[in-house]
């Protein structure tokens, strides 16, 4: 404490701005005592505001019983938690279009990430594919823990040099993760143009040979 208990404090505002936070390891309900020395009428109610960053050790169970059947008031208490919030955060960690012969429908399996506090819940949206409507899912979220979502795309429908994107709504803190292009060209549709010298190797064949 900087001064004893007062119902004015205006004599300790110096000393209350000169004050550096920092940290500490005391059990915050160990002060309660010291409120009931609080001068004033004891018919009043009693307002309490609390700044920790909420550790469970801050709090003594017995402290408070002990408090709350001594004070003859009312009392209100606020905790304004300022302790370091846990990280939370979502992402698309893979999109991959499975195919299942050329008469079938395609999947396009949509894997999501998440880390944080809880179980949460996101849309996944698909758009960007000619032909095909832009379609939302919504994926239940664990931490620690990869979700899937299927997208069903059509067998009669021309992938040819179509790109997809894939996006989780809404944006989070981190928006850059929350996008995903997905190339649907099928894997034998891929031409390549190889540029080699006429003059061979040193063994007599192309220098091109293996990329052929």
Known sequence: MLNGLAADATASADSVKAVAAGFGDSSLTALLPMVQTLPGKSDRDL?????????????????????????????????????PGA????WISQANLLSFGP???RILRVGVGFV???KTTREVRLLGIEGLDAETQTVALKPGQTAHVDFRIPAKLNLAGQVAEVRLEPADALPGDDVYLVNLAPA???????VEP???GTDGRGVGLHLH
Do not use: M, Y
């Open 47 to 83: 307002e309490l505001v609390f700044l920790t960053d909420n550790l469970k050790r801050r709090w003594t169970q017995s402290n408070i019983k002990t408090f709350l059947k001594d004070v003859p008031r009312k009392v209100r208490v606020e905790v304004v938690d300022v302790g």
């Open 87 to 90: 990280p939370q955060n979502a």
């Open 103 to 105: 008469d079938s429908n």
């Open 116 to 118: 944080g506090d809880g």
């Open 188 to 194: 034998w549709g891929l031409r390549v143009l190889i």
């Open 198 to 200: 006429e003059a061979t």
